[in-house]
């Protein structure tokens, strides 16, 4: 540790737990955990704005020959690569009978419909309009103004990440019968990790967090300007140690080995929770958790798209092999975050039955 008590990065990038705590005799933390915290954090990130942008999947996942496919909120959208690879999005429904775009392939940078071989290139036809799409580098967004109901950014409200050439990305999709909302309040609850998830994390200590005032005049503080294009412009927001939760926390790799760090939580958006690597090993590597809405399932039950996207980094000189390696860290990076996600969406899931029974405390 150092000084003012933030984890310190010796000399090996792992450490050896001198006195382990058994995960029934760890510090309770349900009474740090207060309800009022999470629910004021969660309406200051709801009135933030995002431009009617959302994630749809990880630029990885759009090919030269397929397109990537999603329906959100309930709208059909089809994304591919036309020519020289740069993106277009446009409705997932093709303009001549409706056919599901999601299966047809592409072909010299058009899409062809597999029912009858309408070819769109991404101009408007017959009724077909393109959509707003960007990619990030590391994720894939569109725009959606009919669904949003926001002034529209010029682009998505994307997190500060290190440098590509110097990170190793791996992107996680998961589902959950939820809202956004409760993906978003699962992760503004950092208290829950050492007792929720002792496979991956002890230790755990919220440093400091918001004192859970509604604080309105945050809210207006976010709100957006408009430029000289007549798109939005996203306000700065607030500092993490305004509206952070900061968590001295340990990794959990395998026995007494751990990776101890500190780690901030912020919303900078309403959908999407972003976890900051401040301290300790990998200091500024992200995890950004996007929460998409999707269709209701076939009982009018709400459906969302965990998309999280782990962008991991080291000044370390080994480091470089690890960016060789990419290939294979990506699936062991998403089998890890896949197992925090089957018990965090499960935590989500029951978070919204009690919300739709009237049963959520608070």
């Known amino acids: 540790m150092t000084a003012d008590g933030r984890p310190a990065r010796g000399r090996y990038p792992l450490s050896l737990r001198r006195s382990p705590v058994p995960w029934d005799r760890q510090r309770p933390t349900w009474r ?37 496919a999603r329906t959100v909120a309930g709208h ?10 740069r993106l277009v999005a446009g409705p997932g429904a093709c303009p001549h009978l409706g056919a599901p775009l999601r299966d047809s392939p592409v072909r010299c940078g058009r899409l062809v419909c597999h029912w009858h071989g309408l070819a769109l290139d991404g101009h408007p036809f017959a009724g077909w309009s393109p959509l707003p ?21 010029a682009e998505p409200v994307i997190p500060r990440r290190p440098p590509p050439a110097e990170a190793v990305a791996a992107v996680y999709t998961g589902f959950g019968m939820c809202e956004p909302e409760d993906v978003v309040a699962n992760r503004l609850d950092p208290w829950h990790g050492a007792w929720f998830h002792p496979y991956s994390f002890v230790d755990l200590t919220v440093v400091t967090a918001p004192d859970g005032k509604d604080a309105e005049e945050h809210a207006s503080a976010d709100g957006a300007d408009t430029d000289e294009d007549g798109f939005a412009a996203p306000g700065d927001g607030l500092a993490a140690s305004d509206d952070g939760f900061a968590v001295d926390v340990s990794f959990r790799l395998a026995g007494r080995l751990v990776v101890p760090v500190r780690a901030v939580f912020t919303a900078p958006e309403p959908r999407t929770v972003v976890m900051h690597i401040t301290d300790g090993e990998g200091q500024s590597s992200v995890v950004e958790t996007h929460a998409t809405p999707l269709a209701p399932d076939d009982r009018g039950r709400p459906r969302t798209a965990v998309i999280e996207a782990v962008v991991a980094a080291s000044d370390r000189p080994g480091f470089a092999a690890a960016r060789k390696a990419a ?21 989500a899931e029951r978070r919204w039955h009690l919300r739709n029974t009237h049963r959520f405390p608070g």
Request: proline share 9%; no cysteine; glycine share 10%.
């Open 32 to 68: 740090d955990a207060r309800p009022t915290v999470i629910a004021a954090a969660l309406k200051r990130a709801s009135a933030r704005p995002s431009g009617n942008w959302y994630v749809v999947g990880a630029t990885r996942d759009v090919g030269p020959a397929r397109p990537l």
């Open 327 to 347: 290939p294979v860290l990506r699936p062991l990076m998403r089998a890890v975050a896949g197992r925090l996600w089957r018990d965090d969406l499960a935590y």
């Open 133 to 153: 799409v960007h990619d990030d580098g590391v994720l894939v967004w569109v725009r959606l103004d009919a669904v949003g109901g926001e002034q529209p950014l």
């Open 76 to 85: 059909e959208v089809v994304i591919w690569r036309g020519p020289e690879g």
